[in-house]
């Protein structure tokens, strides 16, 4: 691991701000792009990214939250549902600007976000990527037509994902010692194409994954191969993750779980589903081809779920509670407990590079 990151409790003016201890050092000018929350540490602070723009063309930011003394960092991508259609479209939000982000500070305290000592990054400097694009986080496809939404629809989710990291990567001299990358729901599933963004930005840090509630599926009764294929070539995922063209072909979307464990055999993953998901059988009971919402069982989506689970690599890990709620993370249910194992308790195992398996109703045997 590389030597901590330190941020100071003062700020002197007028000079560069030391954050390492130790025998190298990092350092963030106060006039830099960190700077607002440097000034602010220990309280979350907006900061516009310059390009970065929502489904409507306005601009957007993150949210930055710096801790004294964190030597490690999370970037939260947020969730919101996806824009395909009329209906889902109109449900799913268009623009994110500093007053919105105003109205989500007080809930960021909670689940993942919490400075608690019983939470694995409480610790940590936490990134807040709000969910503007409608693309799950995952496009690079300006300028799109959705039929039976008026005007164009920018899905840059993956171009402000790469300009955020951009901006950290000014910020800080030096790589984090542990950098993980989570999301719920759409989030969720956008933490999967932009993992090897991340990986690239900070090649020396120790990369964890958790993916909350963004399974993609092998059964294709629960996902089928056209939704899969309209989404990726709706948001162009081709473009924002050129190495890997096996996604791309017909029905091989799931092909993203052995990608990325091969890709970066040191890092290690994380997925998380309650196994009756009422959300996500909703959105994937979309017929793309009629836009009717067709019915997934939940024995159906428990079982598919389950099924990923044997296929996924080891560099894999599944946390699967009972019931059809929806997340994990940002919440309660962040503590709550699966076969007698709390999500908080799951994630620090796999920030210590382990991978288990959790689940409610079955013994799961070691991989």
């Known amino acids: 691991m590389r030597s901590p990151l330190r941020l100071p409790l003062a700020l002197l003016g007028g000079l560069a701000l030391t954050l390492s201890a130790c025998d190298s050092g990092s350092e963030i000018d106060e006039d830099g792009p960190l700077a607002e929350a440097v000034a602010n ?19 957007t930011g993150i949210g930055v939250r710096l801790q004294e003394g964190a030597d490690d960092l999370m970037i939260y991508l947020e969730g919101g549902g996806a824009c395909f259609n009329g209906a889902t479209c109109s449900t799913n939000p268009d623009s994110f600007d500093e007053a919105s982000f105003d109205r989500r500070r007080a809930g960021l305290d909670q689940g993942i976000f919490s400075t608690g000592d019983d939470n694995p990054v409480g610790d940590w400097n936490m990134v807040y990527v709000p969910y503007c694009t409608g693309d799950v986080h995952s496009g690079s496809a300006p300028d799109a037509a959705v039929p039976g939404v008026s005007g164009t629809q920018q899905f840059v ?28 729901s759409a989030g969720g599933f956008g933490t999967l194409i932009n993992f090897p963004a991340v990986a690239e930005t900070f090649p020396t840090a120790d990369l964890t994954l958790l993916d909350d509630s963004g399974p993609i599926f092998y ?44 890709t970066y055999p040191d890092a290690t993953f994380g997925l998380a589903s309650h196994l009756e998901d009422q959300v996500i059988r909703f959105f994937f009971g979309f017929d793309p081809a ?5 019915d997934i069982s939940g024995d159906a989506y428990a079982a598919a779920l389950r099924d ?21 993370i940002g919440g309660p249910a962040y503590y709550q407990a699966s076969g007698g194992v709390t999500l908080n ?16 109703d079955v013994t799961v045997a070691a991989r």
């Open 345 to 360: 308790d799951w994630l620090g195992d796999l920030l210590d590079g382990e991978a288990p398996d959790v689940d409610p």
């Open 290 to 294: 009629t836009g009717e919402s067709l």
């Open 308 to 328: 990923i689970r044997a296929r996924v690599p080891d560099r894999w890990g599944t946390y699967y509670a009972g019931g059809g709620s929806h997340t994990f």
């Open 41 to 59: 540490i220990g309280q979350w602070t907006f900061l516009d990214v310059e390009g970065s723009t929502c489904r409507d063309g306005s601009d």
């Open 157 to 184: 989710g993956h171009r402000n994902v790469e300009r955020m990291l951009a901006l950290l990567a000014d910020g800080l001299d030096g790589d984090p010692d542990d950098v993980l990358l989570t999301g719920a």
């Open 219 to 262: 059964d294709d009764g629960v996902l089928s191969p056209q939704l899969g294929g309209a989404f990726v070539q709706l948001y162009n995922f081709p473009e924002s993750l050129p190495g890997a063209p096996l996604l791309y072909q017909p029905d091989g979307l799931q092909n993203i779980y052995g990608y990325l464990a091969q």
